[in-house]
């Protein structure tokens, strides 16, 4: 620990800097493999489109096994939900992407891409390709030019050894030194409370 | 580690909100639906909402800085890596739960500046220091174990973004309390200097992980808006109930002595007696042990416990450095940082 933060002044009252904005929000997505959907991952706030691209290869790109990642400006959301209230106003063509929201709670994936003047009319063209509503819950359009993303070749994933950061990077050898300790009937009740990971 | 965040969170359940949509909303809860973001809620529960994921957010990033401190000293290259994970995913954590938040109806600014300044809380268990690396060991296996029992809990809330949340968040403290373990056990099957050692972090630990359930509940607790509307779904003594008949046993298989102590004002034990209430109930099937001392608890929450001063001048020192480097960001144009 550096002397500074170990000798802290133990300052109190207002702070000097003054308050600040809020950095942007961003919904990412991650692709788990080659040429399969994008799925929700999370949100995080950052600076600009590098600074949510840098940041969500931290946080959301290592949770599993992962080739790609969009990170999306939450204000370049429309879609069928309040949240996300759609323009009409009529602009030059764009292409847009769809994300679809099979349940009410679950996360958004991405679906075609659809061309349009307007996102109200982006999502009336997606509506037309979905026309059963009760396989999904919500829509989402978002202009295709506004979706920041890693490129094709980009390591995302880190393939070293990083059982040092999984629950079950540790389950053999502590079971090996409970077994000093406990038998094995008492071990397998005390385990039974262990929280199994999974994503 | 990570903050119960069912301490301290009182609702406001007197305001005037309209018979039907609360009649609706409460339909919508008792039939175990999530409540998301944009949907209609009573002013009290956003409110209560705000104040339980914003003081879980902070628990998250000050629960980080004891830790922190541990990094350049972890006995392997292994614990090193470990433990710099760990104190990555609490801070994310913090993250994830600042953005829950910040849905609710509060900037993120805002949210660091009330911690610094005190205005808001993060859990009590922070205040207290970690003198030796067997206190990591002790956090990561007593702290983030009772988290885990929490958090559990919490996942079965009726906020959809909070929820989703907790789930996730869950799978990484899988992680944290499995290594401490591993290093509990490491620690009690070695040396003696090094059960020692792992002994007094247990006496200095053992209290505030008791504490960290929140004090006992009132009589009504289960009518109250916070379980009444499954912000919370379990009561702060059941849950401080299952962590001991898990954890009683276990510390006692390892060898370690329960104590009830006296602490200095820096947090130090100077002198501990066996807790004798320690046993199982036959009839009932749960632990009896001493409950900790609650006097301390309100003090250390009002601000006078032995780390507290220190834990926020820190994050305070974090936040008016780090003032350029935002600026930087947001403008695109860096200056070189103020002359140290
Ligand atoms: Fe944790
Ligand atoms: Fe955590």
Redesign the interface.
Known sequence: ?SK??EK??????????P?????K?YVIFTQLKMGQPHLYA????A??DD?ALIFAR??YGQDQECVGIWAVPVEAVSGT???HPASHDIGGVEMYQVFIQAR??AGHVSAETVQARSPAEAIEDAQRIHTDPSKYYSLWVVPQHLIASTGPGDVIWRYSDQS????R???K??RE??T???DEG?LNE?EK??????? | MSGSANVGVHVDHESKEDPALLAEFQRKIDAGELIEVDDWMPAAYRKGMLMMAEHHANSEIVGALPEGEWITRAPSLRRKLALTAKVQDEVGHGQMLYRVSQDLGKSRDAMLRDLITGKTKYHNCFNYPAPQWADIAMIQWLIDGAAIMNQKTLADGAYGPYVRTMRRINMEEAFHFKSGEDMVLTLMSGTKRQRDMAQEAFDRWWGPSLMFFGPPDKPNARQLPPMRWRMKTVTNDDLRQRFVDRFIPAALDLGLKIHVVTKDEHGFVTSKKPDDKIALNKDTGHWEFTSPDWDEFFRVIRGNGPCNAKRLALRRLSYEQGRWVRQAILNGSGSLPPAA
């Open positions: 620990m500074l933060r802290v002044d133990l300052v109190t009252g207002d702070l000097e800097s308050p600040e904005e809020d950095l929000g999370g949100y995080l706030d600076a600009d600074m931290e946080h939900d309040a949240a009410r709670g040092y950061r999984l629950a990077g540790y389950s050898e502590v030194k409970w000093k300790f406990r008492s005390y409370d262990d929280l199994k990971e999974a994503f």
